[in-house]
C-alpha cells in the first residue's frame, strides 16, 4: 500500500514515491494484443444456449453454467455465464440489461432542470456523483459559474456520499465472503451517513441536490457539529475494521493474488477508479484533472501493488480515511455566501419575491413549466466517482430538453474486467472478484 | 497550496484567442473547439488510423463511445467541409500524460450506418460498441460479438432513435390510456 502526495504532484502524473509508474506504449499494445488472444471472453449468444444447440466448448470435461441474475452475490441483477472445467472458470460473459429503463431515453424527456431526478437514480449508491456531472456539464453548456459556497458544499456532499458509497462495498464485501458482521458494521455506518445526508437534502438516497447552479438548499442549522460528530465517530470504526479484517489470516487468503489485473490490462479495457489505482498507477481526476475546488485541498491518491482484490478492498478502506481529511479542511474552509447562482435565467426567485411581485411569479411558473433554455452545443464534464471517471456528455439543440444525455457510468465499463479478472479462478474466487469490481447495476443498465 | 479559483471543468484546455486564418487540423483532420474541448472530425475512413495515431501519442485510454440521432436537429455547427448526416458516434479519448481529453465526433450517414471497429485498438469499446448498436442500429465492422446488450436478444427496433415509436408497447395497467 503506498500513496503519492497530492502536494508533491510534478508536472507528471505517473509519478509516484514508488518511482515512475507509467506506460510506455509499446506495453499497452502488448496488453491489446493479449486482450484479444487470450478469449477470457465468451462470445455466445443466448439463444444459442436456450435452443441446446451443441455448444462449441475447449473440450468435453467443461460445460456452461449461468450465476445469476438473482444470485446474492451479484449485486443487484447481474446474470455471467460462466464455462467451467470442474472448479476453474475458463471463459464468461456478463449479461446485463435487466434494470434496463431507458433513463437516457427519459434523459431527454426531462427539462434540464429535472434532470437531476432522473440521473441520481443511476447509481443508487452514490448518487450525488452523477448529479454533480450533469450540473457541471450543464453549467458548462450555459456558461456559468456556480459560487463558493455552492463549490464547497457540492464537495462536502460528494466527500461524505464518497464515504457512505465506500461503506457499503465493505458491508458487501464481507457479506459476499462470508464475514456477516462486517455487513452488519458497513451498513450501521453507512446508515449514519445517510442520516447526514437525509437531514440536508431530506432523503437518504436519490438526492436530486445538485443542480444546475448550484444546491438546492444551504446547509441546515446544526450541520456542523452533524459533520463533526460523524467524523469522530467513524475513525475508530474503520480501526475497528482493521482488526476484524484487514490482518485476519482468512480474509487475506480469500482476496490476495485473486483477480488480478496489471495497469497495461485496465488501460486497454478503459478501466477507471480504484481497479485502475490497485495496479499501482496513481490516477485520480480529483488531483490530476480537479474539478470543483479539489486543487485548494490536501489529500493522497490511494494506489495498490498487485492489483488483487486485497488491494482494491485496502485502497477504499484508506479512501474513507482521505475523505475524512478531506471533510475535515472542507470544515474550516466553508466560505459564506450563495448557496446557487442568482442568476434569473436559471435559478427560480426567492419565495418571499414571489408574493411581492407579479413578474417573480410569472418567472417562477415559467421556470418550472418550461425550464430554462441552454445555448446550442455539446459538453462532457466527469467527476471521480466511487467506482471511476463517470462522465456526462449532453447536446443542447437550443431547447430546455436535452437533445442528446448520455452517462459514461465506470461500472459499465469496468464490468467488462470480469472476464479477464475470472480467468483461470475458482468459482468461489468468481464471487470475491464481483465483489471487488463494485459494480451497482443502476448504472451499468440505466 | 495554489490560490487558483475554483475550476467547474476539469479539462479546461487555453483555447487559442485568435483563430488563424488557416483551417484547425489535428492530424491532418479537421478539428474544433466545444467550450474550451477539444473536438475532431474524422470521416469514417479516417477514424481508426487516427484512434491509433492518437494512441502513440499518449491518447491510451478510450473513456467513451456513444452514439447521437441528429434527426430533429440537423442543422448543427461543424467545421467546414464535415457534411452534417444523421447519426454521430462521438469517442471520448484521455491522455494520462497531458491530462486531457479529446472527443472525436465521427458522422454516420443513415443509409449506410456502418463504422469501423474500435476493438482492435481499444479493446474496452466492446461494450460500448454494444450499446451504441443495440440503441441506434450502428454497425460496427470488425467487432468480435456485436449482438443487443441493453434489450432483450430478440428486441426488434433501436429505441434511442429518434424516430422510434417509444408507445409502441400497450400499457398493461388497466384504464390506460390507449395509442
Not at chain 1, 121 to 148: C, G, H, N, Q, W
Not at chain 1, 303 to 312: H, I, K
Not at chain 1, 343 to 363: F, N, Q, Y
Request: glycine fraction near 8%; hydrophobic fraction near 40%.
Amino acid at each position: 500500500m503506498t500513496t503519492t502526495d497530492h502536494l508533491h504532484q510534478t508536472e507528471d502524473p505517473s509519478l509516484t514515491s514508488e518511482g515512475r509508474q507509467g506506460l510506455a506504449s509499446s506495453d499497452v499494445n502488448d496488453a491489446i494484443a493479449r486482450l484479444i488472444e487470450k478469449g477470457a471472453v465468451l462470445r455466445l449468444a443466448e439463444a444459442d444456449v436456450a435452443d441446446e444447440t451443441p455448444v462449441e466448448v475447449a473440450d468435453e470435461e467443461s460445460m456452461i453454467i449461468n450465476m445469476g441474475p438473482q444470485h446474492p452475490s451479484t449485486h443487484g441483477v447481474l446474470r455471467i455465464m460462466l464455462e467451467l472445467r470442474g472448479e476453474t472458470v475458463l471463459r464468461s460473459k456478463p449479461i446485463i440489461g435487466y434494470l434496463h429503463t431507458g433513463m437516457e431515453w427519459t434523459g431527454e424527456e426531462l427539462s434540464y432542470l429535472q434532470g437531476c431526478t432522473n440521473v441520481t437514480r443511476m447509481d443508487y449508491a452514490s448518487p450525488l456523483f452523477s448529479e454533480l456531472a450533469f450540473s457541471l456539464t450543464v453549467e458548462k453548456l450555459l456558461d456559468i459559474e456556480v459560487p463558493d459556497r455552492a463549490i464547497w458544499i457540492r464537495m462536502l456532499m460528494t466527500e461524505m456520499n464518497r464515504i457512505s458509497s465506500h461503506l457499503l462495498f465493505m458491508a458487501t464485501n464481507g457479506m459476499d465472503l462470508g464475514a456477516v458482521s462486517m455487513m452488519l458494521y458497513g451498513w450501521r455506518e453507512r446508515e449514519e451517513t445517510l442520516r447526514f445526508l437525509e437531514k440536508v437534502t431530506g432523503l437518504r438516497m436519490n438526492h436530486n441536490y445538485i443542480r444546475p447552479g448550484g444546491v438546492a438548499a444551504d446547509l441546515p442549522d446544526g450541520w456542523r457539529d452533524d459533520v463533526l460528530r460523524l467524523m469522530d465517530m467513524i475513525p475508530p470504526r474503520l480501526d475497528e475494521y482493521d482488526t476484524l479484517l484487514t490482518g485476519q489470516p482468512i480474509w487475506r487468503e480469500r482476496l490476495q493474488g485473486v483477480g488480478v489485473i496489471d495497469t497495461e490490462t485496465c488501460m486497454a479495457l478503459g478501466t477507471t477508479g480504484p481497479i485502475l489505482r490497485s495496479t499501482g498507477y496513481a490516477w485520480d481526476l480529483r488531483r490530476d484533472m480537479p474539478y470543483l475546488a479539489y486543487d485548494q485541498v490536501e489529500f493522497d491518491v490511494v494506489v495498490g501493488t498487485f492489483g488483487d482484490c486485497f488491494d482494491r478492498y485496502a485502497i477504499r478502506l484508506q479512501e474513507i480515511r482521505e475523505s475524512i481529511r478531506i471533510v475535515h479542511q472542507i470544515l474550516d474552509r466553508m466560505p459564506k455566501g450563495d448557496y446557487r447562482i442568482q442568476d434569473k435565467k436559471v435559478t427560480p426567485p426567492p419565495r418571499g419575491r414571489i408574493d411581492e411581485s407579479m413578474e417573480a411569479l410569472i418567472h417562477h411558473f415559467k421556470i418550472f413549466t418550461e425550464g430554462f433554455k441552454v445555448p446550442e452545443g455539446e459538453a462532457y464534464c466527469a467527476v471521480e466517482s466511487p467506482r471511476g471517471e463517470l462522465g456526462c456528455y449532453i447536446v443542447s439543440d437550443g431547447s430546455s430538453h436535452p437533445y442528446r444525455m448520455h452517462i459514461r457510468g465506470p461500472s459499465f465499463v469496468n464490468l467488462q474486467t470480469l472476464p479477464h479478472l475470472m480467468h483461470g479462478a475458482l468459482i468461489a474466487d468468481a464471487v470475491a472478484i464481483i465483489s471487488s469490481v463494485d459494480p451497482i447495476l443502476g448504472e451499468v443498465d440505466r | 497550496m495554489s490560490d487558483t479559483s475554483p475550476t467547474d471543468g476539469a479539462d479546461e484546455v487555453a483555447e487559442p484567442t485568435e483563430h488563424a486564418a488557416e483551417p484547425d487540423l489535428v492530424h491532418g483532420i479537421a478539428a474544433s473547439w466545444s467550450h474550451g474541448q477539444r473536438v475532431v472530425h474524422p470521416s469514417r475512413a479516417e477514424l481508426v488510423a487516427l484512434v491509433k495515431t492518437m494512441h502513440d501519442d499518449g491518447y491510451m485510454m478510450c473513456l467513451d463511445l456513444c452514439g447521437a440521432d441528429y434527426l430533429d436537429h440537423p442543422g448543427r455547427t461543424l467545421p467546414e467541409g464535415i457534411a452534417p448526416e444523421r447519426f454521430e458516434v462521438v469517442v471520448t479519448l484521455i491522455s494520462h500524460r497531458e491530462a486531457s481529453r479529446v472527443r472525436l465526433r465521427v458522422q454516420v450517414p443513415e443509409s449506410d450506418p456502418v463504422v469501423p471497429s474500435l476493438f482492435g485498438v481499444h479493446p474496452g469499446t466492446d461494450a460500448m460498441e454494444r450499446e451504441v448498436f443495440d440503441m441506434f442500429g450502428i454497425v460496427f465492422e470488425g467487432h468480435p460479438d456485436l449482438t443487443r446488450i441493453l434489450m432483450p436478444e430478440d428486441w426488434v427496433g433501436h429505441p434511442l432513435r429518434k424516430d422510434y415509436d417509444s408507445g409502441r408497447i400497450p400499457v398493461q395497467f388497466k384504464g390506460a390510456p390507449s395509442r
